[in-house]
């Protein structure tokens, strides 16, 4: 029933900037987290940009100041903000939502591709 769907993702030069955006369909009860993953060529996965259910927000060290995570509600939609885009930044990007007390998220998207060229 719950699907995340990603979009905004493309190709750029290093400096460029895109949007991405994560729209929830479907009903997700109460208030919950959401958090933008990533996963490089070659690379493990990992966490880029979180926002809590109580709406506090956390990045990973390599995109704090460039990157900004938010959400609006009313549109079921969770945004990631990406300027300053450098070659390394190239990824699949995920969204997920909905963490458990184990840290699992319950619900991901298919992703989509950001590249970045030098």
Do not use: H
């Not at 990157?67 to 009313?74: E, G, K």
């Not at 079921?76 to 390394?88: A, V």
Request: aromatic share 12%.
């Amino acid at each position: 029933q719950v699907q995340l769907v990603e979009s905004g993702g493309g190709s750029v030069q290093a400096g460029g900037a895109l949007r991405l955006s994560c729209v929830v369909s479907g009903y997700i009860y109460g208030r919950y987290s959401m958090e933008w993953f990533r996963r490089g060529a070659g690379r493990e996965r990992e966490g880029v940009a979180d926002i809590g259910s109580d709406d506090r927000t956390t990045y990973t060290d390599s995109v704090k100041g460039r990157f900004t995570i938010s959400r609006d509600n009313a549109k079921k939609t969770l945004y990631l903000q990406m300027n300053s885009l450098k070659p390394e930044d190239t990824a699949m990007y995920y969204c997920a939502a909905v963490r458990n007390a184990a840290g699992e998220y319950q619900y991901w998207g298919q992703g989509t591709q950001v590249t970045v060229s030098s």
